[in-house]
């Protein structure tokens, strides 16, 4: 990992847990002191065409009185093999971190945001983004909800060729969430660093998912995401998708 991201997360988690450190009285009395969910999807197929997917992803939750941290890891790699030819063809890992300091009971805070991107296919050598912001919960009924966060920030990007392209950027990011039953939902998840000079790269994303509860910490989900870079380096695509089904742990 680029030593700008290990500088730009390492200066949020000191500054959480000396936030921490300052009342400890309220780590005594965790709302939920962690959460966490582990997600993975295995593809192989054999014949004339042999290949071989896997996508994983990992988030981690804490909430406790006034602070709320969320974790997320998510990784794809793909490979095909071709008459003896190998090939890989997705190679992606995507890091985030967030720290929310509670404003009300009623879901508004503000957030700290830091995020790493490397994906081989892209034509970037990473895409770092560091933002703060306002959150809060839109709207919310017995069966769904809408969050949403806003803020400023800066993207730090670097390009194969070595070309550095930095801009000021506003990180917006949605959640919604419908439950059909207590078993499935339907959620949809949407996020953007809208650069602010229009030569920048505005960096999307969006994963539109329903999740069927197998046991009590088992779920199967099918999802579809998409990524997009509104600049195109080297003749590539600005958009990809992926379509997959994973089983996600939860403890």
């Given at each position: 990992?680029?030593?700008l991201l290990l500088s730009i997360l390492t200066g949020l988690a000191c500054s959480v847990s000396s936030l921490h450190a300052v009342e400890p009285e309220q780590l005594e009395v965790p709302l939920e002191p962690l959460s966490a969910e582990v997600e993975l999807?295995?593809?192989a197929t054999t014949g004339n065409t042999e290949s071989s997917a896997v996508k994983g992803k990992a988030t981690i939750k804490q909430d406790f009185r006034e602070w709320k941290n969320k974790y997320q890891f998510d990784a794809l790699y793909k490979r095909n093999t071709y008459e003896g030819d190998d090939q890989t063809t997705a190679q992606k890992v995507f890091f985030s971190a967030q720290s929310d300091y509670k404003l009300s009971p009623e879901n508004s805070s503000v957030f700290v945001y830091g995020s790493y991107t490397d994906d081989r296919f892209s034509g970037y050598d990473y895409q770092n983004t560091v933002a703060i912001g306002y959150s809060t919960r839109l709207f919310a009924d017995q069966d769904s909800f809408l969050d949403y966060n806003i803020g400023p920030g800066y993207s730090f990007n670097r390009t194969n060729e070595g070309e550095l392209?930095?801009?000021f950027i506003v990180h917006l990011q949605m959640e919604y969430e419908y439950n059909f039953s207590p078993e499935v939902k339907f959620t949809q998840?949407?996020?953007s660093d809208v650069a602010l000079e229009s030569n920048k790269n505005t960096a999307s994303k969006s994963e539109s998912s329903i999740?069927?509860?197998l046991r009590d910490n088992l779920s199967m989900k099918?999802?579809?995401n998409i990524t997009h870079n509104s600049l195109s380096l080297d003749m590539?695509?600005?958009?990809d998708s992926i379509t997959s089904v994973t089983l996600i742990y939860a403890f």
């Open positions: 990992m680029k030593p999807g295995v593809i392209d930095d801009a998840m949407l996020g999740t069927s509860k099918a999802a579809y590539r695509e600005k958009t």
